[in-house]
């Protein structure tokens, strides 16, 4: 292949998601016997089998994955007391299912089910233990007014708390199973008459095609089927908000859920969404607008406050104002680096910090901020290690970082700064161009699900600036975004 | 693989390549703030270039170096000889040229300015009514950084209109354009301190006559429009007594209309003032309306004799700083204008000044 194609390639993302596999077929059905199931789970030790001799009934389950109460009161009780030509009416009740093939009833013990051995027939009664952590506050994406609660770690709760919220049967949900061992529950939701159903196939085919041991996390799950699995930019946007995902399922997305994460992904996903909070509509417009004007702003200060301090004390000391030259020529004369040096010694130390920070418990972190503050903020100056204005570019350009209300894209972020960073001492302002140019040439070239992933830029749809880089106020916001291509565009029809 | 290939070579030839570049880090350059042109007795260029300095340690604030040569770029040749730091001229501020010099012709040395790409359009250009490297170089006891102190003293006063403000952009757009010739501010050494001096008339590049820094705001009358300014006018005296008067918070507007009788123009040239009274001690009384009306009118007269008297100067040295053949220029063909010799006929011309003044008010109190 030649280095042309290549390069070709690479800068616009051709390699998409189109060469995956095509998907495995499910195992041969077989009818399960208790002797097979009892083979599958040789050697583990938390499976409790049970028999009840007078009425030929063995029981199999895991006793940590299930309800004790719900195990006594609804199977175990009635087994003891029931009389043996009794057992076959008793099995008939609606809690009890007839299971036909071992793959399910494998499957079905191993998520909390209880599997009844009667003769040849096996029952399976749903039985599955509460053990999983209440409905409580997001950590990551906090709001001032709307709603508290956040998704948890069980997708049946995070189902019902997106089916509150959204009374519609027209809310659908496909069950998949993502992990050959894991087999991680992945349930993908749409709003018929609203989603392009050709996003939700190729969401699907696309969790159909991962052939991984397991996943874990929702994150890790929209790593495996993004367009450019190599890109530094998030290409889905993940949320623990109920009500930030109701309003991207009316707003025409896909929505996927994976057992035991907390996250929840929308798709497709343009960059500007990472930029806007749940907030945004809670507040009055103006404010809503206010903020995330300042979004954007502390984006720009994010990626390039310390590469143009880096530039301009390299290359281009004419940019400076003269009185502000002198404190700065001063401070750094006593610096012993180069200022891009200088710059990433500050910046390393800060994500230090930072990172630090994020791995301790409060107790701990408040330490280690004292620690950095007087370190960062006076002993680097005085001792000479950089100058004090760069202080003040590394500190304001972290804290515009964790404006940005998604943690993961503010991470990506926080990682182009360095390379700006280098561009800068390199090449000074002709290398900051450069480098935010071959950010923008990347961004254009990359997709969400097939669809642009800088739309409304570009692709221009000026009528979705309203509620991209403003939020109007909500008699102006009629149509759903143009990234969904929804033939129901229309969602607010009150007159004007 | 080949991406990677691609990477790493980009990478490692841009940091290879990057000693190569034009790098100037802050602390290692001596930014020249003010740089002045004389002109010695034997003929010779006197070149003195003020920096500023940063250094915390140090009681002296600037460094100052001086030298003779034949021409700039000679100069700071022999100048970076003197110095520890890289001489760099992207912090320009101040441009100042000996009188004697600017009598010769300045357009060589601005040339060289403007050429620079580092230098910037908004340096201002400053005439010294004596030797412009003893007035930057000396000793001010209350102004250690005497370029600074020169570049506010011309911010302020331009914004006052008691002198206009010249930038390198104005000097140079206003040598080219045909009809007006440029001017500049003049400064002098008053012992402590730097005092403005006037404002000095070129024709093309040659300093040829100033004016005094009383009649800098009737200059500012004439040329355009401005918002802010004062002005004392002496009306004459009554009963021995002299009057006069202090127009403030000057708000002024000009116009120039161009008639043309049998092909010879006549200009005409409308001001409009409006100002508030600040003091006032004749006779007249300000509060009635009447009284003010012809206050307005010897105050017009005032303004309009000396502007006469100013185009006057003007027209006797050949030098048209007020624009007016521009809009001669531009009331006539263009081939008409090339067939013009407009320096020719400029001093016969015949410019009709028409002052009106509105006193917009006469202070607090009312009697």
Not at chain 1, 315 to 340: A, C, D, G, K
Not at chain 2, 40 to 48: K, N, P, R, V, Y
């Amino acid at each position: 292949m030649s280095l042309r194609t290549n390069i070709q390639r690479w800068i616009f993302n051709k390699e998409s998601a189109q060469s995956r596999p095509a998907e495995k077929l499910p195992d041969t059905e077989r009818k399960p016997t208790l002797a097979q199931t009892l083979d599958e789970y040789k050697d583990c030790a938390d499976l409790i089998h049970r028999t009840y001799p007078d009425i030929q009934v063995e029981v199999l389950y895991f006793g940590h994955m299930v309800n004790k109460d719900l195990l006594n009161r609804e199977v175990i009780a009635l087994l003891l007391n029931v009389e043996p030509d009794e057992v076959g009416n008793l099995l008939n009740q609606p809690q009890f299912k007839v299971a036909n093939d071992s793959k399910g009833l494998i499957i079905g013990i191993l998520s909390g089910q209880i599997a009844i051995f009667r003769g040849e027939i096996v029952y399976l009664a749903d039985i599955r233990g509460p053990e999983s952590r209440s409905v409580t506050q997001s950590e990551t994406e906090t709001v001032i007014t709307g709603p508290h609660d956040a998704f948890n770690e069980e997708i049946d709760i995070n189902l019902s708390l997106i089916r509150r919220r959204v009374k519609s049967s027209h809310l659908k949900v496909v069950k998949l199973s993502v992990g050959e061992i894991t087999k991680t529950n992945v349930c993908v939701l749409y709003i018929l008459d609203i989603v392009n159903m050709d996003y939700v196939d190729e969401f699907v085919r696309r969790i159909r095609a991962i052939e991984v041991d397991g996943i874990y996390d929702t994150n890790m799950l929209i790593q495996y089927i993004d367009d450019s699995p190599i890109s530094i930019f998030p290409q889905f946007l993940t949320s623990e908000r109920p009500d930030a995902i109701a309003s991207k399922l009316l707003a025409g997305r896909v929505i996927g859920l994976v057992d035991g994460s907390p996250s929840v992904v929308s798709a497709p996903t343009s960059f500007f969404e990472f930029f806007s909070s749940s907030d945004d509509y809670y507040q009055r417009w103006s404010i809503g607008t206010a903020t995330r004007l300042l979004r954007f702003i502390a984006f720009g200060i994010t990626i390039s406050f310390t590469s143009m301090y880096v530039s301009v004390t390299t290359f281009h000391y004419e940019m400076i104002p003269e009185n502000l030259l002198l404190t700065l020529t001063e401070s750094r004369s006593r610096v012993p680096f180069p200022p891009l040096y200088e710059a990433l010694l500050m910046e390393v130390t800060i994500e230090l910090l930072r990172e630090a920070g994020a791995r301790l418990p409060t107790k701990i972190g408040q330490t280690i901020g004292i620690v950095g503050g007087i370190v960062i903020g006076q002993a680097a100056v005085q001792a000479g290690l950089t100058s004090n204005i760069l202080i003040i570019a590394v500190a304001s350009s972290a804290i515009a970082s964790f404006v940005i209300p998604s943690y993961v894209m503010s991470a990506s972020i926080r990682l182009i700064r360095f390379s700006l960073i280098m561009a800068a001492g390199i090449w000074g302002n002709f290398g900051i161009a450069i480098a935010i140019t071959a950010l923008v040439i990347h961004m254009c070239g990359l997709t969400s699900l097939g669809s642009s992933y800088l739309t409304p830029v570009a692709p221009f749809k000026f009528k979705d600036w309203r509620d991209t880089f403003i939020r109007s106020p909500f008699k102006t916001l009629i149509e759903r975004p143009s990234q969904s291509r929804t033939k129901n565009r229309i969602r607010n029809k009150m007159k004007k | 693989m080949v991406k990677c290939i691609l990477i790493a070579s980009v990478l490692g030839t841009s940091i290879i390549l990057s000693a190569c570049s034009d790098r100037r880090i802050i602390e290692e350059i001596g930014f020249i703030q003010s740089a002045s042109y004389d002109r010695s007795a034997d003929g010779q260029l006197i070149i003195a270039i003020s920096i500023p300095k940063a250094d915390s340690g140090s009681k002296v604030s600037r460094e100052e170096f001086l030298t003779t040569a034949r021409s700039a770029k000679e100069a700071r040749i022999t100048l970076s000889r003197q110095s520890q730091l890289t001489l760099a001229s992207g912090q320009l501020r101040n441009v100042l040229f000996g009188c004697s010099l600017a009598r010769l012709g300045i357009w060589e040395h601005i040339d060289s300015l403007v050429r620079d790409t580092v230098i910037s359009p908004q340096v201002r250009i400053t005439l010294v009514d004596g030797d412009a490297a003893k007035l930057l170089t000396r000793q001010y006891k209350q102004h250690p950084i005497p370029g600074r102190y020169i570049e506010q003293l011309l911010e302020k006063s331009s914004r006052n209109q008691t002198v206009p403000k010249v930038t390198l952009h104005d000097f140079v757009k206003e040598y080219y354009e045909e009809g007006i010739d440029p001017v500049a501010p003049i400064i002098r050494d008053k012992g402590d301190h730097v005092e403005i001096g006037g404002i000095g008339l070129f024709r093309d590049d040659r300093y040829v006559a100033s004016l005094h820094p009383e009649e800098a705001l009737i200059f500012a009358f004439l040329r355009g429009k401005f918002n802010q300014g004062e002005i004392i006018m002496d009306l004459g005296s009554r009963n021995g007594i002299k009057e006069t008067a202090m127009l403030s918070a000057i708000n002024s507007k000009r116009r120039i209309t161009v008639n043309f009788d049998q092909g010879v123009p006549t200009v005409y040239c409308h001001a409009r003032i409006q100002g508030s009274i600040m003091e006032y001690n004749g006779t007249l009384k300000i509060s009635d309306i009447h009284g003010r009306h012809q206050l307005e009118t010897q105050i017009a007269q005032n303004v309009t004799e000396r502007a006469n008297k100013m185009i006057r100067l003007m027209q006797n040295n050949g030098v048209d700083s007020l624009g007016i053949g521009r809009f001669v220029r531009n009331s006539m063909s263009y081939s008409g204008w090339k067939s013009l010799d407009w320096m020719a006929k400029y001093p016969e011309v015949k410019v009709i000044v028409n002052v009106s003044v509105f006193i917009k008010d006469v202070g607090k109190l009312k009697i």
